[in-house]
């Protein structure tokens, strides 16, 4: 079932924002039950096994629904199963060859990287997860490409749902034989949650995947991969630079914690406040920095099949078009989320982690103004890709990268920054990879934007970060935390979008294109 882009991004975004909130309180519930010694073993593992989940797939979603969304275009249902037939060949294959090293190897590879080798048996429980993730993952690619992105949603949320159910069991379960055991089996959960979300996938995918895998066994892999050799070409023009865009990200956020502690003491500070430091950064202001960034990413994966159909018709407009729409509910719906994180910073981090972290809200509140560019970058990016030129995000990510990577180490290391200058160069870097993405759109299809509309919403923006530092600052002095945050939040929010509204930014046609209640909705607005 084919959804418009405004429509499968709403979708998206609803079904993100639930698996957002139940992956935090996975991560609660999971904390309370195996401590911080089996959290410290899971975040040991998990890391890792996403990182070579990003390896298996290759960079096959985001190529496949290109692709699909070209031949669907086309009008050619034999290429379109070609493509998918070769994504999940290739995904299976490297997958195997994957899951063999790492049990054939599995102990000199966890004595290599893991300081605890209680560490070795989560890593063995997590193994499977990566088949059936990757098979899974390039099925939704597949389906984003027709446009249809109910069962991307809803197989995060089955995902989510089974782990949730599942987690305390299998941890409870195996606690007796030690917490490496019991943090095995919360690893299994995501077994049983990425294999209950494929078998949903499977099922909507109906008597296509019954013949895709009829062709699979009939075929064997490489003869099948040798006959279609043109169309595993175009798949790889796609795939190799968004994986290396990705494991770019990886290595990146691999020597960030080695570089920043040792800057740090080199700035003057002990080993010990330095690693305190670095955890309050990157274990709590990131996250809550980056927390919004799930409405951006949906909107990030509608538009790789969005704007490669428009371009495949040589719909210029159209592809100028979605384009700007993604810009521009990326603005309207980030902005808020920079306002509030910003006016808010320290006595958000003070009600989630406790006062005694009161330096927490100090770095969020020199980082939440530059967020805005960070909710802008997926879907430039996807936008980029969308218009076969991958290689430009790689490019863009890289010299990213290596300025953010480089100007971590050199402002840290100076005793007038220190963890300062690690907010700094990552504010620099998020800031410098979105304007490079946005240089290069301009350049490659001329694009522009409406900036008496941005800056309509500009402008909403700042009165709603006024009223709300006022009001909390005068009306609010007396109340909880907990209360100031919900009324200013609440109030502010609302004012923003009677400011929309106002200035027509925000009408009528807009609301009604929200999936359910929107016909409900738009009879309070006007039209614009």
């Given at each position: ?181 019991a943090t095995a089996g919360a690893v299994a959960s995501i077994i049983f949650g990425e294999a209950a979300g494929l078998l949903y996938i499977l099922w909507q995918y109906r008597k296509g995947s019954k013949k895709t895998a009829a062709l699979l066994l009939r075929k064997p892999f490489l003869q099948g991969v040798s006959a279609h050799s043109a169309s595993l070409r175009q798949l790889i023009h796609v795939a190799l630079p968004v994986t290396m865009s990705r494991i770019i990200g990886s290595i990146a956020y691999v020597l960030e914690p080695m570089l920043v502690p040792l800057a740090l003491v080199m700035a003057g500070f002990t080993t010990a406040n330095a690693t305190g430091l670095y955890g309050q950064f990157a274990g709590m202001a990131v996250p809550l920095l980056t927390f919004p960034t799930f409405l951006t990413y949906s909107l990030s994966v509608s538009l790789v099949p969005a704007v490669a159909e428009a371009a495949f018709q040589n719909n210029a407009p159209l592809v100028h078009r979605r384009i700007y729409q993604s810009m521009r509910i990326t603005l309207v719906i980030g902005a ?193």
């Amino acid at each position: 079932m084919r959804q418009s882009f405004f429509y499968g991004t709403v979708i998206l975004i609803i079904a993100g924002g639930i698996t957002k909130v139940f992956g935090f309180a996975h991560r609660i519930v999971l904390s309370r039950i195996i401590g911080a010694e089996g959290m410290g073993l899971y975040q040991m593992v998990v890391p890792l096994l996403y990182f070579l989940i990003t390896l298996t797939t290759f960079g096959l979603p985001v190529a496949i629904a290109k692709q699909v969304a070209e031949t669907e275009a086309a009008n050619n249902p034999r290429l379109t199963r070609r493509f998918l037939l070769l994504a999940l060949s290739v995904a299976g294959g490297i997958s195997l060859v994957i899951c063999s090293v790492l049990l054939l190897f599995s102990t000199w590879i966890a004595s290599g990287l893991f300081a605890d080798p209680r560490a070795h048996i989560v890593m063995l429980a997590a193994i499977p997860v990566i088949p059936i993730s990757s098979i899974s993952l390039v099925l939704r690619g597949y389906f984003q490409g027709k446009q249809n992105m109910i069962p991307t949603a809803v197989s995060q949320l089955i995902e989510q749902i089974v782990r949730m159910a599942l987690v305390v069991v299998m941890t409870i379960s195996f606690m007796s034989h030690g917490v490496e055991y019991a943090t095995a089996g919360a690893v299994a959960s995501i077994i049983f949650g990425e294999a209950a979300g494929l078998l949903y996938i499977l099922w909507q995918y109906r008597k296509g995947s019954k013949k895709t895998a009829a062709l699979l066994l009939r075929k064997p892999f490489l003869q099948g991969v040798s006959a279609h050799s043109a169309s595993l070409r175009q798949l790889i023009h796609v795939a190799l630079p968004v994986t290396m865009s990705r494991i770019i990200g990886s290595i990146a956020y691999v020597l960030e914690p080695m570089l920043v502690p040792l800057a740090l003491v080199m700035a003057g500070f002990t080993t010990a406040n330095a690693t305190g430091l670095y955890g309050q950064f990157a274990g709590m202001a990131v996250p809550l920095l980056t927390f919004p960034t799930f409405l951006t990413y949906s909107l990030s994966v509608s538009l790789v099949p969005a704007v490669a159909e428009a371009a495949f018709q040589n719909n210029a407009p159209l592809v100028h078009r979605r384009i700007y729409q993604s810009m521009r509910i990326t603005l309207v719906i980030g902005a808020p989320c920079t306002v509030l994180l910003t006016v808010f910073a320290e006595p958000l981090c003070g009600l989630i982690y406790g006062e005694q972290f009161h330096e927490v809200g100090y770095l969020l509140k020199q980082m939440a103004p530059f967020s805005v560019f960070l909710f802008f970058q997926a879907p430039l990016a996807a936008a980029l890709q969308g218009l076969d030129y991958a290689q430009v995000v790689f490019r863009n990510t890289l010299i990213g990268a290596i300025v953010k990577t480089a100007a971590m180490f050199l402002f840290t290391a100076q005793p007038s920054f220190g963890i300062y200058g690690t907010v700094i160069a990552l504010n620099i870097g998020i800031t410098l990879v979105t304007l490079l993405h946005f240089a290069s759109l301009i350049k490659k299809i001329g694009f522009t934007i409406d900036v008496k509309e941005f800056g309509k919403i500009g402008a909403a923006m700042l009165a709603m970060g006024y009223s709300g530092s006022y009001m909390a600052k005068h009306w609010f002095t007396d109340v909880t935390v907990g209360q100031l945050l919900l009324a200013c939040t609440m109030a502010s929010t609302v004012l923003y979008v009677v400011l929309l509204v106002a200035m027509k930014v925000l009408g009528k046609q807009d609301v009604r294109r929200i999936p359910w209640i929107g016909e409900q909705l738009s009879i309070f607005f006007p039209r614009r």
